[in-house]
T-cell receptor, first 109, second 115 residues
Framework: SQQGEEDPQALSIQEGENATMNCSYK?????LQWYRQNSGRGLVHLIL?????REKHSGRLRVTLDTSKKSSSLLITASRAADTASYFC?????????FGPGTSLSVIP | DSGVTQTPKHLITATGQRVTLRCSPR?????VYWYQQSLDQGLQFLIQ???????AKGNILERFSAQQFPDLHSELNLSSLELGDSALYFC??????????????FGPGTRLTVL
């Protein structure tokens, strides 16, 4: 498996519901980031959480990091149709940043 | 708008040819990354430059090369192109902080089609 792997690969929810995506990684990291990509567009940075942080919030986003389990989760609350996109975690393993394969989120109006 | 520019937006070429993709990072960012995104391989890190020097290498083929110039813009050269090189190529830039690599700002990408 890769350094960063998101789970699930695809997620479909109704508007207003919460969406949770998970990311697992293998090596020690400096920080972990979440990005969003709308189809065919460039990735957009959502949130960065450092290795000494456990939880971070930004608007409707909540990210947790468990370094003992080498995992992170991204929670999007009160989802909207506009949240439909692919979400990637990226681990900063000191010498390079590695992106996982992504979770494809579909929010149905 | 991320502040990262990439040219061209689209490129159609034939197998065996050579192309150059160009990237201008966000003002003040010294680090540039190149990525390849295809349906079967996902987002693959190719190479990173920091202030003109190669910093990290990923899954970059020998047929591919890159450089970062004194004005910090970067070019990715792809040669002896094959059908499988058809993909979206992204450039991103970031700053290096005491806490590691900061957020990356992605350009809009160059869509390469090899016929």
């Amino acid at each position: 498996s890769q350094q960063g792997e998101e789970d699930p690969q695809a997620l479909s929810i109704q508007e207003g519901e919460n969406a949770t995506m998970n990311c697992s990684y293998k090596t020690s990291i400096n920080n972990l980031q979440w990005y969003r990509q709308n189809s065919g567009r460039g990735l957009v940075h959502l949130i960065l959480i450092r290795s000494n942080e456990r939880e971070k919030h930004s608007g409707r986003l909540r990210v947790t990091l468990d370094t003992s389990k080498k995992s992170s989760s991204l929670l999007i609350t009160a989802s909207r149709a506009a949240d439909t996109a692919s979400y990637f975690c990226a681990t900063d393993a000191y010498d390079k940043v590695i992106f996982g394969p992504g979770t494809s989120l579909s929010v149905i109006p | 708008d991320s502040g990262v520019t990439q040219t061209p937006k689209h490129l159609i070429t034939a197998t065996g040819q050579r192309v150059t993709l160009r990237c201008s990072p966000r003002s003040g960012d010294l680090s540039v990354y190149w990525y390849q995104q295809s349906l079967d391989q996902g987002l693959q890190f190719l190479i990173q430059y920091y202030n003109g020097e190669e910093r990290a290498k990923g899954n970059i083929l020998e047929r591919f090369s890159a450089q970062q110039f004194p004005d910090l813009h970067s070019e990715l050269n792809l040669s002896s192109l094959e059908l499988g090189d058809s993909a979206l190529y992204f450039c991103a830039s970031s700053v290096l902080t005491s806490g590691g690599w900061g957020e990356q700002f992605f350009g809009p990408g160059t869509r390469l089609t090899v016929l």
